[in-house]
């Protein structure tokens, strides 16, 4: 089976989830349709999907594959969608996210995650590695190797550091 064909099977494997889910009943029905288990099929089969192209497909893709350049269509329409999902992510994290943790954390549960979370930044990979396994530690020793070989390449290439945000 080639590649397209099999990705196509996943895709339409997963849309078709998708669909059953778009009918989900809410309130009290939620529970008694057993919508919990689909959602988790539905994330089990995505996770699957997504791992393995990002290991398999995704580096082929930017191996075989011209990156758009300033000035054409697709760069910019990249640019407008990175953007947004941005803006959408840090909306999310402050809005939904934060209070409910600001609820659930003591303050010096607090300090300590600041602290940790400023000396990780330092070591943070400067590129997407969405190869990387997910989990917290494979994040964590995979991140740092990462980091290295972007250090490296951004020496090569030229690419520098932002500045970094204000600390206060
Ligand atoms: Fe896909």
């Known amino acids: 089976m080639d ?12 849309l078709g989830m998708c669909e059953v889910l778009d009918g989900a009943p809410q309130g009290k029905g939620a529970q008694l349709s057993g919508l919990r288990t689909m959602v988790t099929d ?3 089969a995505e996770s699957r999907h997504e791992a ?4 398999f497909f995704w580096p082929l893709v930017r191996e075989r594959l011209e990156d758009g350049n300033p000035g054409e269509p ?3 329409g990249a640019l ?13 994290e402050q809005n939904v996210v934060w ?13 300590d995650l600041g602290a940790t979370l400023a000396r990780a930044r330092q070591k943070a990979p400067t590129r997407p590695h969405p190869d990387t396994p997910s989990g ?10 990462a980091a290295e070989l972007d250090k490296l390449r951004d020496a090569v290439t030229g690419r520098s550091d932002p500045p970094d ?3 206060s």
């Open 3 to 14: 590649a397209f064909t099999f990705l196509r099977n996943d895709h339409e494997s997963v």
């Open 42 to 44: 539905l994330v089990v």
């Open 52 to 55: 393995i192209e990002q290991q």
């Open 74 to 76: 697709e760069y910019h």
């Open 80 to 92: 407008v969608a990175f953007i947004e999902a941005g803006r959408k992510h840090i909306a999310y």
């Open 99 to 111: 209070p409910r943790m600001a609820a659930a954390l003591s303050e010096s549960e607090l300090q």
């Open 136 to 145: 917290p530690g494979a994040q964590k020793t995979m991140g740092a190797a």
């Open 165 to 167: 945000p204000p600390t």
